[in-house]
């Protein structure tokens, strides 16, 4: 049963939900990790060590070198490392159980099972938007459609990118599965992503179109279905999302606080950053420590000055310029390898749908290459306007279109005298010795611990976002044990948050010295201007006005027209350190638990 794993991670992915964490995605990532783990350890044991592993996970290595090098704490570093490492594994054991399989039958029914399993999935997802939005009494946690985060995805634009990424899975199953492609497309609707919908219109078109256009004239009875659903479907899109969204539809693209306008402002802001990226760039993980004040330079004089929302951006809202800009000119040719992939297997696949019969031998049908590379069009498309790297189900759910669409055509990446022994399912002999070797073993046993640990150290991740839940519910109960919980989960997860945190509660117990070390910790992992807005006024219970002044300077760095730091500021230079107050204050500046922002979605 280790085989049908996939099957099973890809349905359940996206329902992954913990209330108890401060970020939703971390519920949804630690299940990642930690699916891929038990997968693999299950097909490790049955079936040895896949012959990729070892260059792989070399290769990998040399990917966060730089990172490494530039001394971040583990906290930096640990989730993307994590993400693909768990990403590799993934693509790996798809390729090996696809390898193992004896027939292009039964090849071709574990594809299919995978991709029911996520058609069943994306249908479950849909059916639950709809309900919240038009039946929210029906939903046990009654929220309207922007409460998503409390159901699936975290966010309705992640939801979108599911949903318009695997549009294309009902065109490759086919039959009654396309009945279920109105209800995700309804689904997707009710997002109001407008980049989700402009994915999912431009998959349907340009499936239909070229399976209108270029099929086999044999079969055009065949091709006509296919696209007379696919244009069926962009045409349902556009009406019900107007209906639904009317403000989110693709005439209103460049308007609002998160349209095109405010991507382009935020890659004009991330330009001046390629100096510091070239040649090694910043380091994976460390994007957002360095984004932040060529941010708040770039703010100057726009009208996103003022906006909460864009104060600071933890993502580009661009996977490929943050790429470049983490893994710079090492990571160029992957990216630009990526693209010529995808256009030569588009190409192939548009000789496949030509072909006068179906192509059987290896268990896909002229149709099916098709709208698997479409899948991987949208997440390319997504790319650009988001972060959908992020989003452990969208990765999933591509990843297996490539390793399948791979596997299937062999030479697109493979030298021509590997060509049988990749398509040939059966081990030779000599391979069979080697899978039940001694090195073999040692090797398995070795990657069982390094899952031990990476799955160890995830789930503490997990238990240290609980604990600062907990904490900061009860500091808004002014509860004592706060401090308590906030130290435990700082012990287990040193990031940005339960630094902020417990620095705030600190000053709230006249603790003023380490609740700075916090807050600057807090800083250092992510500059934000209202850490350094505690910071200063910490100095102020200090009487430290020099050092009050060099924070508050910081934060307008960051946002030059954060009207609380331009406040206090204002009242410093009358004043003398004598006419402070000899006393200090019993509570916070912040008398209620606040966040830092995790991240900003751009709808």
């Not at 980049?195 to 209108?212: D, E, N």
């Not at 080697?434 to 160890?456: D, G, M, N």
């Not at 910790?521 to 200090?542: G, H, M, R, S």
């Amino acid at each position: 049963m280790s085989k049908y794993g996939p099957a099973l991670l890809l349905f359940l992915l996206p329902f992954a939900y913990d209330p108890w964490a401060l970020d939703v995605l971390t519920a949804k990532y630690i299940a990642w990790v930690c699916g891929v783990g038990l997968w693999s350890s299950l097909w490790l044991w049955k079936k040895g060590c896949p012959k990729q592993t070892l260059w792989a996970l070399v290769g990998l290595g040399l990917c966060f070198l730089p990172s490494l090098l530039r001394g971040p704490s583990w906290a930096h570093t640990w989730v993307p490392w994590t993400q693909a490492f768990a990403l590799l594994w993934w693509g790996l054991l798809l390729w090996d159980v696809l390898q193992q399989e004896s027939s292009a039958k039964q090849r071709k029914h574990l594809t299919e099972t995978w991709f029911t399993a996520v058609a069943w999935g994306l249908s479950l997802l849909s059916v639950i938007a709809l309900l919240e939005r038009w039946f929210p009494s029906v939903i046990p946690w009654g929220v309207a459609v922007s409460g998503l985060s409390n159901a699936t995805m975290g966010n309705p634009n992640h939801l979108g990118a599911l949903l318009s990424v695997g549009v294309p899975i009902f065109f490759v199953l086919g039959g009654k599965a396309l009945w279920g492609l109105p209800l995700v497309l309804g689904g997707l609707a009710m997002t109001g992503s407008r980049l989700s919908l402009t994915t999912a219109y431009t998959s349907l078109l340009v499936g239909g179109l070229v399976s209108l256009l270029w099929g086999d004239r044999k079969r055009i009875q065949e091709h006509l279905r296919v696209s007379s659903w696919a244009f069926l479907g962009a045409i349902g899109l556009w009406i019900f999302a107007s209906i639904s969204t009317p403000q989110k539809q693709l005439t209103q693209v460049n308007q609002g606080r998160g349209g095109l306008r405010a991507r382009l402002h935020l890659l004009r802001c991330a330009a001046p950053m390629t100096k510091e990226a070239i040649p090694w760039g910043v380091g994976y993980g460390r994007f957002r420590q360095h984004f932040p004040t060529y941010r708040g330079q770039c703010l100057k004089g726009t009208v996103f000055a003022k906006a909460p929302i864009h104060t600071i951006a933890i993502h580009l809202h661009n996977d490929w310029v943050e790429l470049f800009l983490e893994g710079g000119l090492l990571i160029l040719p992957l990216l630009l390898w990526l693209l010529w992939w995808w256009l030569k297997q588009f190409l192939w696949s548009w000789r496949q749908l030509r072909a006068p019969a179906p192509q059987k031998e290896d268990g896909l049908s002229s149709q099916q290459p098709l709208w698997l590379l479409l899948c991987i069009l949208g997440l390319f498309l997504q790319m650009g306007g988001t972060f959908p790297l992020q989003l452990p189900s969208v990765v999933a759910l591509a990843s297996a279109c490539f390793v399948i669409v791979q596997f299937h055509n062999p030479l697109a990446l493979f030298p021509r005298r590997t060509r049988q022994a990749i398509k040939s399912p059966h081990p030779t002999e000599e391979s069979a010795k080697q899978e039940s070797s001694a090195f073999s073993r040692v090797a398995c046993l070795a990657l069982w611990l390094v899952w031990l640990v990476v799955i160890f150290f995830s789930v503490r991740i997990l238990r240290a976002e609980h604990l600062l839940v907990q904490g900061m519910r009860a500091m808004e109960q002014q509860d004592p044990q706060a401090e308590g919980l906030l130290r435990q989960s700082d012990a287990l997860h040193p990031n940005e948050n339960v630094a902020f945190q417990l620095g705030q509660i600190l000053l709230a117990h006249e603790k003023t010295v380490e609740a700075i070390q916090k807050l600057e910790q807090a800083f250092a992992i992510l500059p934000d201007v209202q850490v350094a807005l505690t910071i200063a006024e910490a100095y102020v219970i200090l009487r430290d006005v020099k050092n009050a002044r060099l924070w508050l300077q910081t934060g307008l760095y960051l946002q030059p027209q954060h009207q609380e730091t331009l406040r206090l500021l204002k009242r410093l230079p009358p004043l003398q350190p004598s006419r402070w107050p000899s006393s200090r204050p019993t509570s916070p500046p912040h008398s209620t638990a606040t966040s830092l922002p995790r991240s900003h979605p751009i709808p």
